[in-house]
């Protein structure tokens, strides 16, 4: 056992002992990793007999609304601060470290008399508390799944539960793409075969998260992808949405989901832009790139960041037409660099 993971192990069950309250906080903009993994784990501590409730900035994505047991989740913008729990014994982090992650809800996280943190990505921030950082996992989900059977061995009492599965195998296919990207190891897959013993809906799971679209995006994607633009030798290609276009299709951001990343499945593309005009004028450019294009690098001189192969700026003060001459002419300049 990892000695952390025993520690925290030992402190949640000292407060299922105490019937005390246990505060779950995925980061801001809930991904179906921090939100599963903390359904999951608030699901297995009930099943131990605790109060477990999960609490989020905003209200939860629509693709995920199929995650089982959502009325556990209070958005905190709905909730008037006399019913605001002042009460948690323990407050549980989880896809993140950084309590700035937890958008509105830090005070309330820092509040809680024990803190812990459940989380995959490298950290270099040394706040306090109990803190799980496993880089080797590739989900939030696979932390939480060994937690619970930890809990299990300690208690003497099975705690998984078919929606609990659910919860975590959400987890586990949204950070791995369907089990597709380079982060997924024989540990996910020991993982997931232990999930699928308790009957999860894979199917209906993955068709939310990767494949559900509608009627607006179908005909937006039509657009965009009609209008592309391909340049250096179809080693760049972009699209571009401008204000009146979203209106003309009644579309909202999510709308444009994956667009970009369908963009760099060309093959020969080696980077990928979509331009996009916000409703304030700013203008967001999300990049997705392959292997001999350094999408952050890229994006760093323009004040913004990300990963290797993905990331994104938003630029101010300047025109769609201007924002797409410069950043697709530096990037011209990168490619044949
Ligand atoms: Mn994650």
């Not at 803190?115 to 799980?132: C, T």
């Not at 952050?296 to 990300?306: I, K, L, N, T, V």
Request: charged content about 25%; some cysteine.
């Amino acid at each position: 056992m990892i000695p952390t993971r025993d520690r925290i192990a030992e402190v949640v069950l000292d407060v299922i002992r105490k019937k005390e309250r246990i505060g779950i906080y995925p980061h801001v903009g809930a991904d179906g990793d921090a939100l599963g993994s903390a359904i999951g784990l608030a699901l297995a501590l009930r099943q131990a007999g605790a109060s477990a409730h999960v609490f989020v900035d905003e209200r939860v994505n629509p693709r995920l609304l199929f995650l089982p047991a959502l009325d556990l989740v209070s958005v905190y913008a709905d909730l008037d601060t006399r019913s605001w729990p002042q009460d948690q014994a323990l407050a549980v982090a989880v896809d993140c470290t950084e309590p700035e992650r937890l958008g509105c809800r830090q005070e309330l996280y820092r509040d809680a008399p024990i803190q812990a943190a459940l989380d995959h990505h490298v950290s270099s921030g040394e706040s306090g508390g109990l803190r799980l950082i496993d880089p080797l996992a590739s989900a939030a989900g696979e932390i939480i799944f060994e937690l619970i059977k930890d809990l299990e061995q300690l208690l003497g009492q099975p705690l998984l539960t078919q929606d609990a599965a659910m919860a975590l195998m959400t987890a586990i296919v949204s950070d791995t793409g369907g089990f597709v990207y380079s982060n997924t190891t024989a540990r996910t897959f020991a993982i997931a075969a232990q999930l699928m013993a308790y009957d999860p809906d894979l199917r209906l799971i993955t068709y939310r998260l990767f494949h559900e679209s509608t009627k607006t995006q179908l005909r937006l994607q039509g657009e965009l992808f009609s209008n592309a633009q391909f340049l250096y030798d179809d080693r760049l290609v972009f699209a571009r949405v401008d204000q009146k276009l979203m209106q003309q299709f009644s579309a909202t951001d999510t709308d444009l989901d994956g667009i970009v990343s369908e963009l760099r499945s060309v093959s020969g593309v080696e980077v990928a832009f979509m331009f996009r005009e916000l409703a304030d004028g700013a203008i967001r450019v999300n990049i997705r790139s392959n292997e001999n294009f350094h999408a952050s690098d890229f994006a760093r001189p323009f004040g913004g960041g990300g990963h290797a192969k993905a990331a994104g700026m938003t630029i101010r003060h300047r025109s769609l037409h201007d924002v797409v001459d410069l950043v697709v002419d530096q990037a011209g300049q990168w490619l044949n660099g």
